[in-house]
């Protein structure tokens, strides 16, 4: 297992959840991104590469002024908005619990982990210096303690997971036989990466699973809150249904 980088030079890479019309896709600028090292070990091409593939991303300046962790008045739009934007992609797109990223300032770097109620920094470290920081980082990230397919790397979410070419082409078929076939199949149901299950009841036997093959609405404008996403669905016997998908502490009751 491995990981592999790519230089992404703060280009716009857009969230595209299947998105019509002329609204603009909500976008983020990050200046490195990584692949997921069992499913992408390899990246596509900068112009092909989707936030499906990137399980990482680095932001990079050029002076420790721009560490938003000990200057006050750093821009507003700087580094941790690029962070942030780039983490809220990525939990958008995969469903993840939680992101990392790195941020790197002159010499010196930190490790952010964030997920929808804020974000934890590590104090900054010399990378040259101390080269086994990063190297001890990677290597726990790429063995979650429960690796497989569907959990590549640490933040996975285990009551989410993609669907099988075998599983998505039944549910292509089913929808086309709800939802006719006028609109076309991009109009009725979502790309392959982006339709997932959900499972309800945690670990239980008799847990509740369903399959989420077109998403209706997503809060894209900010990586803090719920990160409420809304699906149409399926059962395990086909019938429809809507799935409203949010994040939540395990300190606070289900609704």
Same mark, same amino acid.
């Given at each position: 297992?491995?990981?592999?980088?790519?230089?992404?030079?703060?280009?716009?890479?857009?969230?595209?959840?299947?998105?019509?019309?002329?609204?603009? +896709?909500?976008?983020?600028?990050?200046?490195?991104? +990584?692949?997921?090292?069992?499913?992408?070990?390899?990246?596509?091409?900068?112009?092909?590469?989707?936030?499906?593939?990137?399980?990482?991303?680095?932001?990079?300046?050029?002076?420790?002024?721009?560490?938003?962790?000990?200057?006050?008045?750093?821009?507003?739009?700087?580094? =941790?908005?690029?962070?942030?934007?780039?983490?809220?992609?990525?939990?958008?797109?995969?469903?993840?619990?939680?992101?990392?990223? =790195?941020?790197?300032?002159?010499? @010196?770097?930190?490790?952010?982990?964030?997920?929808?109620?804020?974000?934890?920094?590590?104090?900054?470290?010399?990378?040259?210096?101390?080269?086994?920081?990063?190297?001890?980082? @990677?290597?726990?990230?790429?063995?979650?303690?429960?690796?497989?397919?569907?959990?590549?790397?640490?933040?996975?979410?285990?009551?989410?997971?993609?669907?099988?070419?075998?599983?998505?082409?039944?549910?292509?078929?089913?929808? !086309?036989?709800?939802?006719?076939?006028?609109?076309?199949?991009?109009?009725?149901?979502?790309?392959?990466?982006?339709? !997932?299950?959900?499972?309800?009841?945690?670990?239980?036997?008799?847990?509740?699973?369903?399959?989420?093959?077109?998403?209706?609405?997503?809060?894209?404008?900010?990586?803090?809150?719920?990160?409420? +996403?809304?699906?149409?669905?399926?059962?395990?016997?086909?019938?429809?249904?809507?799935?409203?998908?949010?994040?939540?502490?395990?300190?606070? =009751?289900?609704?």
């Amino acid at each position: 297992r491995r990981i592999t980088f790519h230089n992404s030079q703060r280009e716009e890479r857009p969230l595209l959840l299947g998105q019509t019309g002329n609204k603009k +896709a909500y976008y983020a600028t990050p200046d490195i991104v +990584a692949g997921h090292p069992a499913t992408h070990p390899m990246l596509p091409t900068s112009s092909d590469a989707t936030w499906w593939d990137v399980s990482l991303v680095g932001d990079v300046n050029a002076n420790e002024e721009d560490d938003p962790m000990t200057t006050p008045n750093a821009d507003p739009a700087g580094s =941790l908005e690029r962070i942030e934007r780039s983490v809220n992609c990525i939990m958008l797109a995969q469903g993840k619990l939680y992101v990392f990223a =790195l941020g790197v300032y002159g010499r @010196l770097a930190r490790i952010y982990r964030v997920d929808r109620a804020g974000l934890m920094v590590s104090p900054p470290f010399e990378y040259a210096k101390q080269p086994e920081s990063i190297s001890e980082f @990677l290597t726990r990230f790429i063995k979650p303690s429960i690796p497989g397919p569907d959990c590549p790397v640490l933040g996975c979410d285990e009551t989410t997971w993609g669907l099988t070419d075998e599983e998505y082409a039944r549910v292509r078929s089913r929808v !086309r036989k709800l939802e006719g076939t006028a609109q076309g199949t991009a109009a009725v149901i979502d790309p392959i990466e982006q339709c !997932r299950w959900f499972a309800l009841g945690g670990f239980a036997k008799n847990r509740t699973e369903y399959i989420g093959y077109k998403l209706v609405s997503a809060r894209e404008d900010g990586v803090f809150g719920r990160g409420t +996403a809304v699906w149409k669905a399926l059962t395990t016997d086909g019938e429809p249904v809507i799935v409203k998908d949010i994040w939540h502490p395990l300190s606070c =009751l289900s609704e």
